[in-house]
């Protein structure tokens, strides 16, 4: 089945080795990068329905991947798998609003059951859970999206310590209800109730359970429901970091609260999972990257491994400490295989080593894992942003602006995804208006959304020499500054903004500031080569010329793109800054174009607009490389 589009060309230049957008990451323009297939027929429903594909890194694409020959209409009348399954989100009918945690509980544990018996096929959460318990819902059609046969929903009511579950099971091929079945008991039984609820469903399907995964539908994951509590907060804050900017604060708060679920049960298997992958978030974001965030990390999992050492959760959880801690992606591989074993329906196993690929340059395969993702986690708008922002570093910018088109199908009013979008014609046309026009509106319909929109804000003003807005966004920005390609602190974006207005006092006092932060961050961070790919620009803004050359390049030797195609490309691109900062414009000429040889989010709209280039304007090379990377219906 086929997930790429024609609209890919064959790159240029064949040195290609970088890409990954952000895997659950910050968006600022240019982002860093979260069982088994359907019926050909149903996949194929689904991926029209999309409109749009992954991507190729060439037309020589293995024959399976290549052509979709059935129509939408052929395709919604295709047999649907008979034991398949949706869980719907339940309804939350409890009055106390600090109750409404329990009824996304009850469908993530049902969900989550159900989805380790690799007998039944199960959507996973982030696309069921685009269909709001609050909307209509046309179940067929659901069911036709989805590709599955069957819909379980519910609803959820607390009162004190009692507690009412409705759940009824529905044949959505021919709208029967099957069965709906109601509980009232005291509160201290819903793990039993979610229970009993799994093996209705399991006996109705008719599936076949093993032992293995008959004791693992058995298993609690708390006997401490405000533990339980916090523990559904801390994840769906971790699981909105796709596009945001302040990932940084979401992670924070995520482990503040896992610690407080953890210091009630010191059991919760679960929560030490998630806790752990907060941790190597932080880490590998670059946002702590500290031996002390690393040891936080190992700390979480090892008690996991020891809590459940056999769990497909352990597993996963391995998978992501070794990608996200140490890149080191062969043990990364083996966790998954052995998670994938227990847990059939994870689609974020198949994502994991969807993006993992794309690290090693094995883009066919990449797109068959992220095929397979997409498989059980259709309307998954996180990994259709990410398509989006793959799109981008090839810099096939038609393809990222149609792919964030559908994902704003699903989440219309999604404001990174909005930005993003917006973004396109600033990379691709040089025009910032759109970008602009987006963050003034977004801005007049929530003003409290000021801060996510920062690090864009703060982006686009700079690139329309906007000072007022500049300011604007400074002040709203995060104390800890942005996450974008790299992480920069709030001090050295107040100094760019100077230096862009020609405030040279202010901005010889930001850089000055920002170089203590850098300092600090590299005496604790020594192996990461992004915050010295920062101390370097931070220099070379202050006239360190040999101390900022030296730290530019230092931090490409310790990342190359041949061990991180992603953050390599991006010392790539900045130690070319660098040199034009310092007055060497020969090396960045032609660090610029060994850039553009790669993977990267060199744009047009960057080099046209973006100050950081001003030191190269009006040489010929620089205007010949900004020239042929213009579309060709741009008037320069």
């Not at 099957?178 to 819903?190: F, N, Q, S």
């Not at 910032?432 to 319909?445: D, F, G, V, Y």
């Not at 530019?552 to 195609?565: C, Y």
Request: net charge neutral; charged share 25%; glycine share 4%.
């Amino acid at each position: 089945m086929n997930l790429f589009t024609d609209e890919i060309e064959k790159p240029a230049r064949t040195e290609t080795r970088k890409e990954e957008c952000a895997v659950r990451a910050a968006s600022s323009g240019s982002v860093r990068g979260r069982k088994r297939v359907l019926p050909a027929a149903v996949l194929a429903a689904v991926i029209l329905t999309m409109g749009f594909g992954i991507w190729s890194l060439s037309r020589q694409l293995a024959p399976e991947l290549i052509s979709v020959s059935a129509s939408p209409e052929a395709a919604a009348m295709a047999v649907l798998p008979e034991k398949s399954i949706a869980v719907l989100p339940f309804e939350n009918l409890s009055e106390e609003k600090q109750n409404a945690f329990l009824a996304d509980g009850v469908q993530d544990d049902i969900l989550s059951a159900l989805s380790k018996v690799a007998d039944l096929k199960v959507i996973n959460r982030t696309s069921v859970n685009t269909y709001s318990a609050s909307r209509p819902r046309n179940l067929r059609e659901l069911a036709q999206t989805l590709g599955v046969a069957y819909v379980l929903e519910g609803s959820v009511r607390q009162e004190g310590a009692k507690l009412r579950i409705v759940a009824q099971l529905t044949d959505a091929r021919s709208k029967t209800h099957l069965w709906k079945v109601r509980y009232e008991r005291d509160l201290a039984d819903v793990f039993a109730i979610q229970s009993e609820i799994v093996q209705r469903v399991i006996s109705q399907l008719q599936a076949t359970v093993s032992p293995k995964e008959k004791a693992a539908l058995d298993e609690r994951p708390t006997k401490d429901l405000t533990a339980y509590g916090l523990y559904l907060r801390a994840k769906a804050l971790v699981a909105t970091i796709s596009l945001n900017a302040q990932i940084n604060e979401k992670l924070r708060e995520a482990v503040q609260l896992l610690d407080e679920a953890i210091a009630r049960d010191p059991d919760f298997f679960l929560a030490y999972c998630q806790l752990a992958a907060a941790h190597n978030y932080l880490y590998f974001f670059g946002l702590d990257h500290t031996p002390a965030r690393l040891a936080l990390a190992d700390a979480a999992l090892k008690t996991a491994v020891r809590l459940r050492p056999d769990a497909g959760e352990t597993h996963l959880a391995r998978a992501n400490f070794f990608y996200r801690c140490y890149l080191d992606y062969e043990h990364a591989r083996r966790e998954l295989a052995m998670a994938q074993r227990v847990l059939p329906n994870n689609s974020e196993i198949f994502e994991l080593t969807g993006y993992i690929d794309r690290r090693q340059n094995l883009w066919n395969e990449s797109a068959r894992s992220l095929q397979r993702a997409l498989a059980l986690d259709p309307r998954n708008f996180f990994i259709l942003q990410q398509i989006a922002l793959s799109y981008q570093e090839f810099r096939q910018f038609g393809a990222m602006a149609a792919a964030l088109d559908r994902a704003l199908v699903l989440i219309p009013h999604d404001l990174d995804t909005r930005v993003t979008r917006a973004s396109v014609d600033l990379e691709w046309r040089a025009d910032p208006r759109p970008m602009h026009q987006t963050i003034s509106t977004i801005l007049a319909e929530n003003p409290a959304s000021a801060a996510d929109l920062a690090a864009n804000w703060w982006y686009v003003a700079l690139c329309e020499r906007d000072s007022t807005a500049a300011r604007q966004a400074l002040a709203v920005m995060p104390a800890s500054g942005i996450a974008t390609d790299l992480n920069f602190p709030r001090s050295w974006c107040e100094g760019l903004a100077a230096r862009v207005r020609g405030d040279t006092a202010v901005a010889q006092t930001a850089f000055l500031a920002a170089r203590a932060e850098l300092q600090k961050t590299v005496s604790e961070q020594p192996d990461y080569g992004p915050a010295f790919c920062v101390l370097g620009l931070i220099d070379a803004s202050l006239g360190r010329k040999d101390e900022a050359i030296q730290e530019g390049r230092h931090a490409v030797e310790m990342l190359p793109i041949t061990k991180d195609a992603i953050d390599g490309a991006e010392l790539m691109k900045y130690l070319a800054v660098i040199y034009a900062w310092t007055g060497e414009k020969d090396l960045a000429i032609e660090q610029i174009a060994a850039t553009l040889k790669i993977r990267s989010t060199v744009s047009y709209g960057n080099l046209k607009l973006h100050p950081c280039w001003d030191a190269l304007r009006g040489d010929p090379r620089f205007e010949k490389i900004v020239a042929d990377l213009a579309p060709k219906n741009t008037q320069n």
